[in-house]
């Protein structure tokens, strides 16, 4: 029956015992038909080269079934049939294939930067060249709303280097909604209203204004 067995040798690189002579392959082996060989054992179907460790297998073409080739070609000839190259883990692609950021993926293959979950045919967002899910790209790029933190899909309310749903735009301290004409304050980086703020004690009101006035510039009103 056959076998291939990975051996791990204390202090050396691993080997592999060839399928087919029982040979250990002490340099990279070639996986064909989930089995390891020698890749000098092979040839290229096309242009008959012995093969190396970068030899692609093909188990699929148009005008076949799944499974039902399973031909090595070296990587030269490979590349001249077209077949996509998933730009993860450099493999064939031979079956369903998305492509993005210039790259082809396997689609299981295609994930967000962030979270590394795989987008299987839903909406992603790219960034500097790179791709994210819905919910990370605008949490990690600031349309997440700080109140119900979900993703922003109308308006945005962009205050104390915030974002926020229209609605969900309210003092802190009374609930009341405020909209861009509103005049609020900044407490514990949250927004008050003018009518709540007044009703802060007088030192609180000074320690808030020094706190402002040593701050960066910000959208808050300066307390007075």
């Known amino acids: 029956m056959s076998t291939s067995i990975l051996l791990k040798i204390i202090g050396k690189s691993s080997v592999t015992l060839t399928t087919n002579l029982n040979a250990l392959i002490d340099d990279k082996p070639l ?4 089995e390891m060989y020698h890749p000098y054992h092979f040839n290229c179907t096309n242009c ?3 093969l190396d460790y970068t030899a692609r297998e093909v188990r699929s073409r148009p005008g076949f079934a799944a499974n039902d080739m ?7 000839c490979h590349d001249k049939m077209g077949i996509p190259i998933c730009g993860a883990c450099r493999r064939p692609i031979e079956e369903r294939v998305v492509t993005a950021l210039g790259k082809h993926w396997h689609v299981e293959h295609f994930v967000c930067a962030k979270c590394e979950k795989p987008f299987f045919g ?7 060249g790179l791709a994210y899910c819905e919910t990370h790209y605008h ?10 933190n979900q993703v922003i899909s109308g308006d945005v309310f962009t205050a104390l280097n915030k974002a926020w749903c229209v609605h969900h735009f309210a003092c802190s301290v009374c609930d009341q909604k405020m909209n861009q004409k509103t005049k609020f304050y900044e407490c514990d980086l949250k927004p008050v ?32």
Request: glycine share 4%; aromatic share 12%; net charge positive.
């Open 70 to 76: 399973n031909e090595l070609y070296c990587l030269r």
């Open 48 to 50: 008959g080269v012995e």
């Open 193 to 224: 209203c003018k009518k709540c703020y007044e009703k802060f004690p007088a030192e609180l009101r000074r320690r808030l204004k020094r706190q402002h006035d040593a701050a960066p510039a910000r959208k808050a009103q300066t307390p007075t």
């Open 122 to 128: 839903h909406r992603h967002y790219e960034k500097k």
């Open 31 to 34: 996986k064909f038909r989930g």
């Open 139 to 148: 949490q990690l790029f600031g349309n997440l709303c700080f109140v119900c």
